[in-house]
């Protein structure tokens, strides 16, 4: 039977790993009618069995564990309906916008009991609820989406009539301004929206075409802050419009605020990488009021909402780089609060709020003011949190490196935050995260710098140089893990420069205690560091990969072994002349003279 | 953190939500009713109106659902949500649940 029939448990077992939700909908109790059924089941055995299932999935059966669907239930209901009950109860609830599952399917099962006379009985297994908010979109199918929050708002149908005609002309401009990728037409055509007798209907358009406009100049050239100020102005007074108290603007709120914060972090982003037109572009943004926007969106639906919450911390982090007095302007208004709450709100996953909320509270605390404030209201026992909770459950790498990526910044700081990531197990949930998620690249870099940072001198954290003499607690404080996940850490990403330079800083930092050195030569670390540079290409761009390899290598006279050594003069003849590196050429000739000694 | 999605679905816009419906009508002659395929079908396009990416599999051999999960398996982002939907044959098999996709009637 089971070369021709799937395993339930194979389904959860190839798909939960990377879902951060797994559902399985089985309509297939019915009377056994194949010859290997009913020889498989036991006499007394019919339908499916109750099972339990991994954590973040969830199993739907169309009726109870030993029982069968009742032919007439199969059939449909009077009208004929062409599906099954089961079928028709899960459509009618589960894909409601913003319907979390386990709610739906409570009501759907009362339609089937219902539907069935009480015959058939949804039953479910669920291990969602242990890990996501009731109120996050994690749960829902459908997310919040545009046109499903309109159900108590009345207008009679004269006014009906006035909004559709308004809107078809609105509409049509606005088809026209996106054709001609007129970001000027677009933002007039949005603030005029505003006031205008269709704006429930035509602002939340509005809002996307003018975000999809700025979308699509990014990709292509990028423009100035000119143009950008009108459309700043306009959405800050979309975003008002979606907190308005009428029932007209409450009717598709949600709607509304998520575009207008989705456009607003596009608009910002047309500032493009370079420091200058960024800036212009922050200071148009600030000063039309983006900054209380953004928070304004986060207070009134971060919770309800993990696409508005996203954006909105989008808006935020974009606000904030490099930029002082955005950081000081959101700092005042409770924005680190806000931001702690949304990250803590849709902590579980690697979902989209959870992920910028950590990001733009790493952008925040490279400021001095919004660090300490972080740092008092527990950003780091936060983000150590989601570290440790991505390593228990063995997924979630992307918030798990963006938290490693906060508490990176916060460590090279100087001051007390570093201090106090060491006391919280920074250096330990770094160490876990590197050990759970092995083949994460950009996981591995984050949390390498995080181990390095530790147990560098406390006094030039930046520069990670290695502790010495009394300043070597940190690397005391590490344990053998730590060696062991440094030294995988180097095997595994051998295409990733920086992958490998951070690793070979990090162990030079942890070797400086005699245990974990000869826990590393136990491990191996050193040959497989020689192999490593025998292998290299080196260019100048690799020359501080090499710079940290080699100087391990020498320190532990690993030239000796032949291919080194030949490694290390190539490395001299490419980098003696100063075109590449001094460090490696002084390194490798260190290690060569190790070698001559010691020979 | 990248940019925020390409559509206000935000950032969560770049994680697909992926689904496959499998819909078995037909065991060796002897088929069910009314069709376990309408009901897979009302799914997958349920599904699909509301931006699932969706696999539809009607009367298919045991190979062909062993690749679709596959398929979806590797497609499937981390932290995207996945569905299957299953309508036709259960079994138990030393204590497991199975789908069946393929058999011959007693």
Same mark, same amino acid.
């Not at chain 1, 088809?175 to 007798?197: F, H, I, K, N, T």
């Given at each position: ?56 999935c ?12 009742p ?25 409601? *916008? ?41 749960? $829902? ?43 000027? !037409? ?42 950008a100020?009108?459309?700043?102005? !306009? ?11 009428? !029932? ?20 910002l ?42 954006c909105? $911390? ?40 959870c ?51 906060l ?24 160490v !876990? ?33 290695? *502790?010495t ?28 420069a ?38 290299q ?5 690799q ?46 000739a ?10 | ?37 309408q ?68």
């Amino acid at each position: 039977m089971r070369s021709k029939a799937l395993s339930v448990n194979e389904v959860f077992a190839k798909l939960s790993a990377k879902a951060s939700m797994c559902c399985v909908w089985a309509d297939a109790a019915r009377e056994p009618a194949l010859a290997y059924e009913r020889s498989a089941s036991t006499a007394h055995q019919k339908g499916l069995l109750a099972q339990n299932v991994p954590s973040n999935c969830l199993l739907a059966l169309s009726c109870a564990p030993g029982c069968l669907a009742p032919s007439s239930a199969r059939a449909g209901g009077a009208d004929g309906e062409a599906t099954g009950a089961f079928a028709r109860a899960l459509l009618a609830h589960a894909l409601q *916008p913003g319907q979390p599952l386990p709610a739906a399917l409570a009501q759907a099962h009362d339609q089937l009991a219902q539907e069935t006379n009480g015959r058939q009985t949804l039953w479910v297994c669920n291990t969602l609820s242990s890990t996501a908010s009731a109120q996050s979109d994690a749960l $829902c199918l459908v997310p919040l989406a545009p046109a499903g929050d309109g159900a108590q708002f009345y207008q009679s149908p004269e006014d009906a009539a006035l909004e559709a005609a308004a809107a078809k002309d609105a509409m049509s401009a606005l088809d026209a301004a996106e054709r001609a990728a007129s970001l000027p !037409a677009a933002a007039a055509l949005l603030a005029a929206a505003v006031d205008g007798p269709a704006s429930r209907v035509v602002l939340p358009r509005a809002c996307l075409v003018l975000g999809r406009i700025a979308a699509a100049m990014a990709a292509t050239s990028g423009r100035t802050s000119a143009e950008a100020t009108a459309g700043f102005r !306009a959405l800050v007074a979309a975003c008002r419009a979606s907190q308005g108290t009428t !029932a007209g603007a409450r009717t598709g709120a949600l709607e509304l605020c998520l575009n207008a914060t989705w456009a607003m972090s596009h608009l910002l982003a047309l500032g493009g990488s370079t420091s200058s037109t960024r800036q212009r572009q922050q200071e148009a943004a600030v000063a039309a009021g983006c900054c209380e926007s953004a928070l304004a969106a986060l207070r009134a639906h971060g919770a309800a909402s993990a696409s508005i919450s996203a954006c909105a $911390c989008r808006v935020v982090e974009l606000l904030c780089v490099d930029s002082a007095g955005s950081c000081a302007r959101v700092r005042d208004q409770g924005c680190i609060e806000l931001l702690l709450s949304t990250a803590a709100h849709h902590r579980d996953g690697d979902g989209p709020a959870c992920l910028a909320s950590l990001a733009a509270l790493a952008v925040l605390c490279r400021d001095v003011e919004c660090r300490r404030r972080a740092v008092a209201l527990g950003v780091i026992a936060q983000a150590v949190g989601c570290c440790s909770s991505a390593c228990l459950c063995g997924r979630h790498a992307l918030s798990a490196c963006e938290a490693l990526r906060l508490l990176r910044v916060l460590c090279q700081c100087p001051g007390a935050a570093r201090a106090a990531a060491l006391h919280a197990g920074a250096l330990a949930a770094a160490v !876990a995260c590197l050990t759970a998620h092995p083949q994460e690249p950009q996981l591995a870099e984050q949390a390498l710098w995080v181990v390095c940072l530790l147990t560098s001198q406390p006094s030039s954290p930046q520069s990670g140089d290695p *502790p010495t003499g009394a300043t070597a607690t940190a690397a005391q404080g590490a344990d053998v893990a730590a060696v062991q996940a440094v030294a995988a850490a180097l095997r595994s990403h051998t295409a990733t420069a920086a992958v490998q330079a951070l690793a070979c800083r990090a162990m030079r930092n942890l070797t400086a205690d005699s245990r974990n050195e000869a826990a590393a030569t136990q491990l191996g670390f050193f040959e497989g560091l020689v192999e490593s540079v025998t292998h290299q290409r080196a260019g100048a761009e690799q020359a501080r990969s090499m710079d940290a390899r080699l100087e391990v290598a020498a320190r532990r006279g690993a030239a000796r072994e032949g291919g080194a050594e030949e490694a290390l003069k190539a490395a001299l003849a490419r980098h003696g002349d100063g075109a590449g590196s001094r460090f490696v050429a002084a390194a490798a000739a260190l290690a060569l003279e190790e070698s001559s000694i010691r020979a | 953190m990248g940019a925020a999605g390409s559509t206000p679905g935000g950032a969560s816009a770049h994680l697909i939500s992926r689904a496959l419906c499998i819909g078995v009508n037909d065991y060796n002659g002897v088929s069910l009713s009314p069709a376990p395929a309408q009901d897979a079908r009302a799914v997958a396009e349920a599904l699909g109106s509301c931006g699932w990416d969706v696999c539809l599999l009607l009367q298919p051999s045991a190979a062909d659902v062993n690749r679709a999960l596959s398929n979806l398996e590797n497609a499937l982002q981390t932290g995207a949500k996945a569905l299957v939907f299953f309508a036709g044959h259960g079994g138990v098999l030393n204590g497991d649940n199975y789908f069946i996709i393929e058999g011959a009637c007693a």
